[in-house]
């Protein structure tokens, strides 16, 4: 997170606390704060514990700052807040007029803001008057939530955010930090930026602001010390193998996943030597077996897998996995970090696609992956050289999405299990794939591991591949499109979607037959959606 220096010019600049909240549980990963305390003339001047500043600015406070100064304010979208990246170049701890502190090269005396996260104190220079320097900083660990953010849905809402954020504004919602790089003052503090004296993003593909509190938030409901949010659920999953998975390493994974994520693995690791192991998803058997025989390095699988929703004992997965030293990694996208703690039940990492749940207005593209904060470096320092970073617009439409996730969640999972049960009642319907039916090969152990069974169904309409088509094209509310998780409801026919360019038989290896169906549901009314499901199986 990038901190600026404030300039010392006003002397009516005040600054308020929030209330002191007492009695605070400390939370797995949380944000950098800001304490109504700065140290004048101390080398080593702290931000604190557990409230945040609100900055007060006298009424002539934006008359009075240069037009450099606003159109940095801008930046973040805040117009009487100075900028997370503006500072000055003019040292000294003598107040100055206001009305020559602030000129046209914006330059004045300023006072400096170290860090502290929790017990651990980062970015503080040493032996330095620090009285005129840009402090810039990363996110970190260790900070506590107060105690009444109790449950999943109000830290979807307010970690990162309402308890601290490292971007200086009064304002609710998080400004979007648009800039490519981020500057220091003057050579000497490039110096302690390179030699670990200072902390900076330095450059956009290194980290933001804005996506600095995304990743804080997921952190905060997946109980994880650390995330990385990245440009899509792809880009997640393959960055993690690569820096994973050694040159002629060894995987396992399940025989349902993603495609494309199979294709991979399939085309791209080999060219590396990196082999795998295909395995059912209940089959631990087999698990066990690769486990003695290879030097395994990772498992990973989806849990629900798609599209047909199995799911994978991950507390004893990790188990066997961790006697034999090999990673464990769960691809948690149809579950969501509020149906299912994957880290929790053992497992080193999980991934999300953002874009589906988290994100859940159909209207951004994102991955995420989190875990410790020794892995998880490991996988940032490559994604640093192989790209793949996320927009900061594109990370406060996600910020913005997950306010309402636990509401999703909640109505997603509600019509999801109903229409299952509708569903696999129905004589047009020839099964059903959810893990929340008991009918479903792993219904004991998803009640075991999950709150609620998501938003997806998957099924068998009794037909062809021009029956069920016609089954599809007679849905009015949801779009047909290759996603899920959005509020809207959408629908697609794999066969034709994700397999059309394999042959009939070549999808029936993979499990996929021309009757089967897809169906995400959003959060429209049950009732309409119940109506038009049934209609459209009527018609058929």
């Not at 050289?385 to 969640?409: E, Q, S």
């Amino acid at each position: 997170m990038a901190v600026s220096s404030y300039a010392r010019a006003f002397p009516s600049f005040e600054c308020r606390s929030e209330p002191d909240f007492s009695g605070s549980l400390p939370h797995p990963k949380a944000g950098v704060r800001f304490s109504g305390k700065y140290n004048s003339g101390s080398n080593r001047s702290q931000v604190y514990g557990l409230s945040s500043l609100i900055y007060r600015f006298p009424p002539n406070f934006v008359r009075q700052l240069s037009i450099k100064a606003r159109r940095n304010c801008s930046n973040i979208g805040v117009a009487q807040v100075v900028a997370a990246s503006w500072s000055n170049n003019q040292a000294g701890p003598e107040f100055t007029p206001a009305a020559n502190a602030v000129d046209s090269s914006a330059s004045a005396a300023v006072t400096s803001i170290g860090i502290t996260t929790g017990d651990e104190e980062v970015a503080v220079v040493e032996n330095a008057d620090c009285s005129d320097q840009n402090v810039q900083i990363k996110g970190s660990t260790g900070v506590k939530y107060a105690s009444f953010l109790n449950s999943d849905g109000s830290v979807a809402i307010h970690a990162g955010e309402r308890l601290g954020r490292g971007i200086v504004t009064d304002a609710i919602t998080t400004p979007v930090v648009n800039t490519s790089a981020y500057f220091f003052n003057k050579t000497s503090d490039l110096i302690d930026f390179k030699e670990k004296r200072r902390a900076s993003f330095e450059y956009g593909r290194y980290g933001n602001p804005t996506t600095v509190v995304l990743e804080e938030k997921i952190s905060a409901l997946e109980g994880a010390e650390s995330t990385l949010i990245v440009a899509s659920g792809m880009c997640a999953s393959t960055v993690m193998f690569l820096a994973l998975v050694p040159a002629g390493g060894h995987i396992v994974t399940t025989t349902d996943c993603y495609r494309k994520t199979r294709v991979f693995i399939e085309t791209i690791l080999p060219k590396m030597g990196i082999t795998a192991t295909v395995i059912d998803p209940a089959d631990m058997g087999a698990l066990e077996l690769a486990l003695n025989q290879k030097k395994v390095d990772l498992f990973f699988t989806e849990s629900p897998t798609n599209p047909f929703l199995r799911c994978v004992d991950i507390e004893l997965v990790s188990k066997l996995c961790r006697e034999k030293g090999a990673l464990v990694c769960i691809d948690g996208t149809f579950a969501t970090p509020l149906n299912q703690k994957a880290l929790a039940l053992g497992a080193d990492l999980v991934v999300h696609s953002a874009t589906k749940f988290l994100g859940g207005h159909n209207d951004v593209l994102a991955g995420c992956i989190s875990g410790p904060e020794k892995l998880v470096s490991v996988i940032r320092n490559l994604h640093h050289i192989l790209g793949g970073a996320l927009n900061p617009n594109a990370a406060y439409l996600i910020i913005r999405g997950m306010k309402t996730l636990h509401l999703r969640v909640q109505q997603q999972n509600s019509t999801a299990l109903r229409m299952a049960e509708i569903l696999e009642a129905h004589p047009k319907v020839k099964h059903v794939y959810y893990p929340g039916l008991p009918s479903h090969p792993e219904y004991h152990l998803a009640k075991k591991q999950m709150t609620g069974f998501g938003g997806v169904v998957s099924f068998e309409v009794d037909g062809d591949l021009l029956t069920t088509a016609k089954f599809v094209d007679a849905l009015r509310i949801p779009y047909i499109a290759p996603s899920f998780g959005g509020c809207e409801s959408i629908v697609d026919q794999p066969a034709i979607m994700s397999y059309w360019d394999l042959s009939q038989s070549d999808r029936a290896k993979y499990g996929i037959l021309d009757n089967l169906v897809r169906f995400s549901f959003g959060v429209e009314d049950f009732e309409d959606v119940k109506a038009d499901v049934l209609q459209a199986l009527d018609s058929i």
